[in-house]
């Protein structure tokens, strides 16, 4: 057990890995801050679950990242037709938050089945993918009905962000495939087509993008709030704990934790935080461009892009560069949902570049 442990230590990709769990403990350190005011009755309850969901997510990290790409494959697809199971449950068994019906209650835990779409379908895609560059057109024809179905599903939700999420990530795995450009821009005319209709159709979606083009729209006190707490942390922070602007940011400890950060660990740590997801975005594509194979090369873009898109737009959202989307931090934000899906994905892009480093050395020694 020891020396297996120890061979993979030698294969995983450590900088990521590593990474992965600094975020997580950053998660742990903002939610317990977050939450002391926030959650005055019993915010204790938020952070025992906050703490099991990290010791969860590392164990999910790091089994995942032992598996070979055929467990990967099977898994995931067992894992995309529950979540497209869960998420149609949602209609009759789901509960309404902010004119949203994305959470399912299941033994005392409320769940997004949309969170856990996202890796799961990038792993299919790909294989599916892969399948039509090889001749298979069975493949493609599978995969865009998944794709056209879960993202109905993400728009009678609805979930305008999760949505344009998704078929973002799908634009990148059909580009880097190398698919016909035909296709590619015919899903283009989509993601802009649903944008459109979000628009004029979707009263969230509209009023949140009116008041990003025009404040005077409409009510901004939690982007003001979130903006302000920046500009009182200043370069350094006030200190862990201190910030008081939290009490006022509805979601604080969720979609607006990077302003926590902020508050009370000033700029150089919230560049920080951001170094790290680009660490990871990063050296992921620069190892698996090291392995050469074409499936690990789009599961790989399609994870990494979810990773990144979904980071950049919380932070974006954060400090006002964005319309807000409630979009979670990965593997920061509070949220069992979010902490898992995230670490899956994790886990996964392990997975597809472990050993990378020691397959180098052997060909430069054959070399």
Not at 118 to 141: C, H, N, Q
Not at 279 to 301: A, D
Request: charged residues 15%; contains cysteine; hydrophobic residues 50%.
């Amino acid at each position: 057990m020891i020396r297996k442990f120890s061979n993979w230590w030698k294969e995983v990709d450590q900088v990521i890995y590593i990474s992965s769990i600094i975020l997580i403990l950053i998660g742990i350190i903002l939610s317990l801050t977050g939450t002391t005011e926030i959650r005055k009755l019993d915010y204790t309850f938020f952070i025992r679950r906050q703490v099991v969901f990290a010791i969860l997510s590392i164990f999910l990290i790091t089994f995942l990242s032992f598996q070979n790409q055929k467990f990967i494959r099977r898994i995931s697809a067992l894992g995309l037709i529950a979540s497209l199971l869960l998420m149609c449950l949602i209609f009759i068994l789901g509960y309404e938050i902010n004119g949203s019906k994305r959470w399912l209650p299941i033994y005392g835990f409320s769940i997004q089945p949309s969170e856990f779409l996202k890796p799961f379908f990038v792993v299919i895609s790909a294989w599916f993918l892969t399948k039509k560059l090889e001749g298979r057109d069975i493949g493609l024809k599978i995969i865009f009905i998944l794709f056209i179905f879960s993202s109905c599903l993400l728009i009678l939700q609805p979930d305008f962000g999760m949505t344009m999420l998704f078929m973002a990530v799908f634009f990148a795995q059909l580009f880097i495939a190398g698919l016909s450009m035909m296709l590619v821009f015919v899903l283009l005319l989509i993601l802009i087509l649903v944008g459109l209709l979000s628009y004029y159709y979707i009263d969230n979606v509209r009023r949140r993008i009116d008041i990003f083009f025009d404040p005077s729209s409409g009510d901004t006190y939690q982007i003001d709030q979130s903006i302000k707490a920046f500009k009182s942390g200043g370069i350094f922070g006030k200190g862990l704990g201190q910030g008081t602007l939290k009490e006022y940011i509805p979601d604080a400890h969720t979609d607006f934790i990077f302003s926590i950060a902020g508050e009370e660990l000033g700029y150089i740590f919230c560049s920080l935080i951001i170094i790290i997801f680009l660490l990871i975005i990063i050296r992921g594509l620069l190892s698996i461009l090291k392995k050469r194979e074409l499936y690990s090369l789009i599961v790989v873009v399609g994870l990494l892009s979810i990773f990144g898109l979904q980071a950049f737009i919380n932070i974006a959202s954060s400090i006002g560069a964005s319309p807000t989307k409630g979009m979670t931090l990965p593997l920061i934000s509070y949220g069992g949902s979010s902490m898992i899906s995230s670490s899956i994905l994790i886990g996964v892009l392990l997975s597809h570049t472990r050993g990378i480093k020691n397959r180098r050395l052997v060909r430069l020694k054959n070399e």
